[in-house]
């Protein structure tokens, strides 16, 4: 069983949850931007959440099947065509061998999630198969997806008929994140919060920012009021995760994304909730960024009630 890719799309790359326990090394995390939008994806064909997605970046590619397969697309609409005919999101399509997946214009977010049942077949690196593209290493021979290449699929794990017994409960899951995408992003403060000025702080709670063209997987670069230290600071390099918020001496802030670095030696003013990590990786250029400071209770219970709904729905 396999997959021809008839066109590339802009960056359409293998990702799984990451290579963990090789930070103290200098190795990334890597892996998916929009955890939810995988799981989700994964859940609906009936894979364990381990499992490899084709994370699709705005502009996606053109798939042929070569053999009959079960499919979901979450996450961002880039309006998926099957065959011609709208493709249905949030809920498992079975795919006729020969037949096209093709993706056209942007409709909302910026990440789609492609899953089929029984996975895609790729080398692992360091336990993990996801792209590290300035590495070189993981996904298709340490590259995005290329015209040409030939994607294998591995055996399902499920019984047929088992993912479209999901509950509807999942299915709408990803929706309702996408309805909510401009609401604001949760964070708790950061290590060196107290550090900045009381006009920043309040600034950063109260004004809107924006998603610069210069963000990408590493990193999201934002503008918007100046974040200011009360007094200039020398800080050691220390460990750093997905969704610090640092503000080098510009004053703007940058949020570390999935490629993000092992360190970082700038302030932190708060640290992006993983609940709403999702929503702010399906945030293009351009767009209005808002931030609500949160406690770390109410961080941890949002992310525990997430995992409960998992929970009931995943393939172990």
């Known amino acids: 069983m396999s997959i021809e890719v008839i066109k590339s799309g ?5 990702q799984d949850l990451g290579r963990t326990g090789f930070q103290q090394y200098g190795v990334p995390v890597n892996g998916i931007m929009d955890e939810r939008a995988h799981r989700i994806a994964n859940a609906l064909v009936g894979n364990p959440r381990s499992y490899a997605t084709l994370e699709i970046t705005l502009m996606g590619p053109t798939l042929r099947f070569q053999a009959d397969a079960v499919i979901a697309i979450t996450g961002g609409d880039l309006d998926a065509k099957l065959d011609g005919e709208p ?12 037949s096209e997946l093709a993706f056209g214009k942007r409709r909302a977010g910026v990440r789609a999630y492609l899953a089929v049942r029984g996975g895609f077949v790729a080398t692992p690196v360091m ?13 298709f021979s340490g590259r995005p997806l290329a015209k040409g290449d030939v994607i294998a699929i591995g055996e399902p794990r499920v019984e047929a008929g088992a993912a479209q017994r999901t509950p509807r409960r999942l299915r709408s899951f990803d929706g309702a994140v996408q309805q909510g995408a401009n609401a604001l992003i949760r964070v708790t403060a950061g290590r060196e919060w107290r550090f900045f000025s009381e006009d920043a702080r309040r600034a950063f709670q109260e004004t809107e920012f924006k998603l610069t063209p210069q963000s990408d997987r590493m990193g999201f670069r934002i503008e918007g009021a100046t974040l200011a230290l009360t007094e200039p600071r020398q800080m050691d390099s220390e460990a750093v995760a997905f969704g610090t918020i640092q503000v080098p001496p510009d004053g703007n802030p940058i949020v570390l994304m999935a490629d993000r670095q092992t360190t970082g030696g700038y302030p932190k003013i708060a640290q992006v909730c993983a609940v709403d990590l999702p929503r702010l990786a399906q945030k293009m250029p351009g767009e209005v960024i808002r931030f609500s400071v949160i406690d770390l209770d109410t961080a941890q219970r949002l992310l525990l009630s997430q995992e409960d709904t998992f929970a009931a729905m995943e393939v172990s």
Request: aromatic fraction near 6%.
């Open 87 to 98: 493709c249905l999101l949030s809920q498992p399509v079975s795919v006729k061998a020969g």
């Open 10 to 14: 802009a960056l359409t790359t293998l």
């Open 127 to 139: 336990h993990s198969v996801s792209l590290f593209a300035r590495g070189g290493y993981g996904g």
